[in-house]
């Protein structure tokens, strides 16, 4: 559970930079946000009709493409610590006239869905959350079983060129990641959790290897293989 000092900090970080979010990650990923977005919930493949949770959702970066999956009949919840990310986020479900969308300001290894999702996922955000272990736990409780988790995030280059480019991914994420969670964020994020958890479960790193996707099922239901 996150602590009052992380929470403090990460709220004043968020308060700051809501307004400019959306815009540094188009410039972050030259311009192919779109592309990732559209990557990450293709691997997680919830179907038309289904209820997704996206915690951590900031200003709602996966909602189109979530809206593309599971269409006007599906529900989309967005959970996030920060109501100045949240405040972006309505305006851009009201921009597109959304009606599936709920919103709800939670930390989330606190929130409890009213029911079992169809499908979770987690972008750009694990390494800001205190406990990855308690995280994958939580995320798996709140899906139905046989139901998909994705989780992804930046990571500094575990490759030789990350030597020059890992020092500009710190400087450009200053911003974004409190001080006092910088090291955390900035370590290889402790997957092993999700492994524990979940089944059929799968790592692919993407952009020369600055950004991982995972994800794997909760086990039970329709134990078919994580796509
Ligand atoms: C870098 S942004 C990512 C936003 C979005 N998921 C995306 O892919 O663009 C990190 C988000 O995590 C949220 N956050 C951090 N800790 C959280 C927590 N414990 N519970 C809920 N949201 C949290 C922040 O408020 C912020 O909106």
């Given amino acids: 559970m996150i602590s ?6 990460i709220l004043d970080t968020y308060a700051r930079g809501a307004g400019r979010y959306d815009a540094f990650v188009s410039w972050i990923t030259f311009g192919l946000q779109e592309y990732i977005r559209n990557r990450l919930v293709e691997r997680l493949a919830p179907k038309r009709g289904d209820l997704v949770l996206d915690l951590a959702c900031g200003t709602g970066l996966n909602f189109k493409a979530l809206e593309h999956r599971v269409g006007p009949t599906g529900r989309i919840v967005g959970v996030d610590l920060s109501a100045d990310m949240l405040a972006v986020a309505r305006r851009r479900v009201e921009k597109f006239g959304w009606t ?9 290894t606190r929130y409890h869905p009213e029911q079992s999702a169809d ?5 750009f ?3 800001l959350l205190p406990d990855p272990g308690l995280t994958a736990r939580r995320m798996v409780d709140m899906v139905r079983p046989g139901a ?26 200053r911003p ?6 910088e090291a955390r964020y ?6 092993n959790a999700f492994t524990a958890v979940t089944v059929g479960f799968w790592r692919e790193e993407w952009l020369g290897g600055s950004v991982y996707a995972a994800w794997g099922r ?7 293989a994580a796509k």
Wanted: hydrophobic content about 40%; glycine content about 8%.
């Fill in 4 to 9: 009052g000092t992380d929470e403090r900090r």
């Fill in 100 to 108: 599936n969308v709920t919103l709800i300001q939670s930390d989330v």
């Fill in 119 to 123: 499908a979770a996922l987690s972008t």
């Fill in 125 to 127: 955000a694990l390494g």
């Fill in 148 to 173: 998909p988790v994705l989780v992804a995030d930046t990571q500094l280059v575990p490759r030789w060129y990350g030597a020059p480019l890992n020092p500009v991914f710190r400087l450009a994420g």
């Fill in 176 to 181: 974004w990641i409190p001080r006092s969670v």
């Fill in 186 to 191: 900035w370590s290889p994020h402790p997957l």
């Fill in 218 to 224: 909760r086990p039970g239901g329709t134990t078919e």
